[in-house]
């Protein structure tokens, strides 16, 4: 009976050069989201795909009784479940010769190479747009911004809308896009002025909210998945809903969890599909906005 080998993926893999071996890649940054993720202490997991919260709520105060005392209040505390909305994965092979001959770098380099572009920002972009769809409809602002002035009011408009909504004020992170961030350096007038005379315009901290900047496209209130069934797919996701000029979020006002995250790497001498190197990673992961706490997010469009 004859076996049916499949050929490896495609891998465009050029050969070291002796003297410089050094990798080429595309250049991504780390995960933008990270800051939010939920305290492991908070979560349970429970079978295949959920994950539970324990939240926890009371009643309001109530007349003390010079006679009977104190008047009882409910204590509630409960544990819901979420259930983990998706399941991404994908499997590379790098030919065993391809290998040697970029010195091994080839495949040394995939693990990273994979998780910096297409895992972390893909990441990241499906919880910029559960947060979005999750948040307050009050608290969803669209409108052109092409300013500085307008860029500082817009923030701090939404300063007032989470204040009045009582929103701790403490903790709260603004994400911006890099467009915007540009026209917030250039809406206020401050600079610093180190030792070595150079000029930083830099904002890392706004009415004490840390700034964090999102590249465009991990930054929209909506995105689809794409689920290639062939090697040559291009996967990941695309942007398909508005993009975002900045966010707003406290912590407490959102769940993150990535409950599966396992990468397997298989030698050529094991794989019995090729005589390759071959990585496996499959993660699984969800984000949501709990739903006592939606103004908590506050999203500006463009």
């Known amino acids: 009976m004859a076996t049916t080998v499949t050929a490896p993926v495609n891998n465009s893999i050029a050969l070291a050069q002796r003297y410089l071996p050094m990798l080429d890649e595309i250049y991504t940054t780390e995960s933008k989201t990270a800051i939010l993720d939920t305290l ?17 709520s009371t009643v309001g105060m109530g007349n003390y009784d010079r006679n009977a005392g104190f008047v009882p209040g409910d204590v509630t505390g409960q544990w819901t479940p979420y259930v983990l909305e998706t399941d991404r994965g994908r499997s590379y092979m790098i030919d065993t010769l391809d290998n ?30 559960a947060y979005s769809a999750g948040a307050n409809a009050s608290n969803v602002v669209s409108a052109t911004i092409s300013t500085g002035a307008a ?6 408009a939404a300063t007032v ?7 701790p004020y403490e903790g709260r992170i603004l994400f911006v896009n890099p467009t915007f961030y540009g026209m ?49 797919g291009a996967g990941g ?16 006002a959102v769940m993150q969890v990535m409950k599966h995250y396992v990468p397997r790497i298989f030698s050529p001498e094991v794989n019995q599909e090729a005589d390759a190197w071959k990585l496996n990673l499959r993660y699984a992961h969800g984000a949501w906005v709990l739903s006592n706490k939606d103004t908590g997010i506050y999203v500006h469009t463009k």
């Open 40 to 56: 492991a202490e908070r979560v349970e997991f429970t079978g295949a795909n959920t994950v539970n919260l324990y939240t926890l």
């Open 100 to 129: 040697e001959e970029s010195m091994g770098m080839a495949f040394g380099g995939l693990m990273g190479t994979v998780e910096r572009q297409h895992v972390i920002p893909e990441v990241d972009a499906f919880r910029f747009a």
């Open 151 to 156: 860029a500082v009011a817009a923030i701090d």
């Open 161 to 167: 809308a989470l204040d009045e909504a009582e929103v």
């Open 184 to 232: 917030i350096k250039s809406g206020i007038t401050r600079f610093v002025e180190n030792r070595d005379r150079n000029i930083d315009y830099n904002v890392d901290i706004y009415n004490d909210m840390r700034v964090i900047t999102v590249p465009t496209k991990r930054f929209n209130t909506q995105i689809t998945l794409a689920a290639p069934n062939a090697s040559n």
């Open 237 to 252: 996701y695309t942007a398909t809903g508005s993009d975002i000029n900045f966010m707003i979020v406290h912590p407490s």
